[in-house]
C-alpha cells in the first residue's frame, strides 16, 4: 500500500536527471527501440517500392504487435491508444492492434508472488486464506490475482505491477521526448507541438501506475 501511494509523479525535469545519470542504460534502450523501429520503417519502404504495401498490410500488422510488445509497456500502451483511431491506423493494423488489450504475457507466477510478499512484508498465506494460482487479467502495467482474505473473508482483487515498469517506462518517455524536442525545434509540418503530446500522455500513464488512485474509483483491492 505504501509503495502505491507513493507512486513516482511524472516531472520531466526529475525523469531527465535521473536517466543521464544512467547513460549505458539509456543508451542500451535507445539502441534496441532504434533497431526495432528501423527494421520495421525498412520493411515498410520496401514494401512502397515494390508496390506491395496493400498486400502486406496485415503482416506488418502482426509485425508491429509483437514489436510493441516486445518493447514493453509504455509501447503497449502506445498500440492501445492507436487501436481506437481508425483516423490514424488502417483496419487490418486496428485488429491487430486491439489484441494488445488482452493478449499480453504474464510476469511468471513465482516472481508475482514474491513480489506481493515483499510488498505485504509477510507470507501469502498469512494475509490470503486463497489465492488463484494464475492471474484472472494481464494488462500492460501489471496483472491481477483474485484472493480471499484471511481476516473476514473479503473477495479481493490483488494487483501487482511489472517488474522494474517503473525504470522501463521513465526511460522511454525520456527518450520519446528528447525525440520530441527536435521534432518541435527543427520540423515545423505538424499542425501542433509534439512535446506537449507526450507530456500528456506520459502523465496518464504514471497516474495509472497509482494503484491507490486507480483503486478509489473501482472494486476493493489489495494494491501491491
Not at 9 to 20: H, N, Q
Not at 186 to 200: K, M
Amino acid at each position: 500500500m505504501a509503495r502505491a501511494a507513493n507512486a513516482p509523479v511524472y516531472d520531466p525535469g526529475v525523469l531527465a536527471s535521473k536517466c543521464r545519470s544512467r547513460p549505458l542504460k539509456v543508451l542500451r534502450r535507445a539502441l534496441k527501440l532504434m533497431i526495432g523501429l528501423c527494421a520495421m520503417g525498412i520493411k515498410l519502404w520496401l514494401d512502397r517500392l515494390f508496390g506491395v504495401i496493400d498486400q502486406n498490410k496485415r503482416k506488418r500488422a502482426r509485425e508491429l504487435r509483437a514489436m510493441l510488445t516486445q518493447f514493453g509497456p509504455t509501447f503497449v500502451k502506445i498500440g492501445q491508444a492507436l487501436s481506437t483511431r481508425p483516423d490514424l491506423c488502417p483496419p487490418e493494423y486496428i485488429e491487430e492492434l486491439s489484441q494488445l488489450q488482452d493478449a499480453l504475457p504474464s510476469v511468471p507466477n513465482a516472481e508475482a508472488f514474491d513480489r506481493i510478499e515483499k510488498e505485504l512484508g509477510q507470507p501469502l498465506d498469512s494475509v490470503f486464506s486463497t489465492i488463484s494460482p494464475s492471474p484472472v487479467a494481464a494488462a500492460s502495467l501489471g496483472q491481477v490475482y483474485k484472493a480471499r482474505l484471511k481476516s473476514g473473508g473479503k473477495l479481493v482483487a490483488v494487483k501487482v505491477q511489472r517488474p522494474g515498469i517503473e525504470e522501463v517506462i521513465g526511460l522511454d518517455f525520456f527518450l520519446m521526448r528528447g525525440v520530441g524536442l527536435l521534432v518541435d525545434k527543427y520540423f515545423d509540418h505538424f499542425a501542433t507541438d509534439i512535446v506537449p503530446l507526450i507530456d500528456e500522455f506520459a502523465l496518464r500513464v504514471y497516474q495509472e501506475l497509482n494503484y491507490v488512485q486507480v483503486s478509489a474509483g473501482g472494486a476493493p483491492c489489495q494494491e501491491v
